[in-house]
């Protein structure tokens, strides 16, 4: 069985279309790619939009990848496969070589790429549903992975209103100068040169002190979210999320789904999800994958 990858460097509009009819399982890749015409994940010469077609019927199995080395160590490529749709049939043979191929091509991407990367013939994907996981799994090419995910996914008429802040408390943005702050208080290595381009909404003290916070990542979700051990138990990681997804998130979507990755055994991020009238979806993994 022949597959050919189309290669471009942003998405046409029925790959577009495509993901937005596979909704919500495409979420993560179809926001990476609409968020290219955003600061935080904007395109660069070495971004490339591969799948399985871009201007006729995708048919019954494809995938769609969005790849960019140059963001790395960060998430290189976000990945869709229409064996993560449940409502469809496709045929899990045929996606399976469709995902074995899509490897080899990025071998072929990397080979060309001028740039030192900092894991040479390792590729981070972000946001891997189980299913395409574990048949990278099954042919050994998963170097390591973090712990099983949650995808919780939000919908904006279903969000609680959002209330007062306590006195002396203001909502902001987190400034650049803030950034050291965030990248200490998390165990992931965010790049500080992408945090500051992502959207981001946070609470500060009187004092201009950064209390709790969250950013809208590069695939559209959740990330970073934080509150300050002294000031926990008050509501205000719910009200920084509220803040991002009600006034910053509207700005650059507008179909009113949004989302987050809690692992699972985070069972506080996981309730502050559930007040949010979030619900879950599906299993996901980070995994640092063999290309080469």
């Known amino acids: ?26 979420l993560a890749t179809l926001r990476r790619l609409q968020f290219m015409s955003h600061p935080g994940g904007a395109k660069t010469p070495d971004s490339h939009v591969l799948s399985t077609f871009d201007t006729s019927s995708p048919g019954q199995e494809f995938f769609i990848a969005c790849l960019d080395f140059s963001r790395g160590p960060d998430t290189e490529m ?4 229409s064996l993560e749709n449940p409502s469809l049939s496709s045929d899990q043979a045929i996606c399976e070589a469709q995902i074995l191929s899509l490897i080899s091509r990025v ?16 590729l981070l994907i972000g946001s891997l549903h189980k299913r395409v996981f574990e048949i990278l799994q099954k ?35 987190v400034g650049a100068e803030d950034i050291p702050l965030v990248l200490s208080r998390t165990a992931i290595p965010y790049q500080a040169r992408f945090m500051k381009l992502n ?29 300050e051990e002294e000031y926990r138990g008050r509501g205000l ?6 803040k991002l997804f009600r006034e910053r998130a509207v700005d650059l979507v507008n179909d009113g789904m949004y989302h987050a990755d809690v692992a699972v055994d985070n069972l506080q991020s996981q309730g502050m999800c559930m007040s949010l009238k979030g619900t879950v979806g599906w299993s996901i993994y980070w995994a640092w994958v063999h290309i080469s």
């Not at 597959?3 to 919500?24: F, G, R, S, W, Y």
């Not at 071998?107 to 390792?122: K, L, M, N």
């Not at 990681?237 to 509220?242: C, I, P, Y």
Request: overall charge negative; aromatic content about 8%.
């Open 199 to 227: 959207p981001s909404a946070c609470v500060k003290s009187s004092a201009g002190v950064p209390i709790a916070w969250a950013f809208l990542g590069p695939d559209g979700s959740l990330k970073a979210l934080h509150c």
């Open 237 to 242: 990681a719910k009200a920084v999320s509220l």
């Open 78 to 81: 976000w990945l869709y496969s």
């Open 1 to 26: 069985m022949e597959i050919t990858i189309k290669d471009n460097a942003e998405a046409p509009e029925l790959v577009l279309q495509v993901l937005e009819e596979q909704l919500p399982y495409s």
């Open 139 to 173: 042919h050994g090419l998963v170097q390591s992975h973090t712990p099983e995910h949650l995808k919780f996914l939000f919908r904006f008429e279903d969000l609680p209103l959002g209330r007062e802040l306590p006195d002396g408390m203001v909502f902001s943005e």
């Open 107 to 122: 071998r072929e991407i990397e080979a060309a790429y001028s740039a030192q990367r900092a894991t040479p013939g390792i």
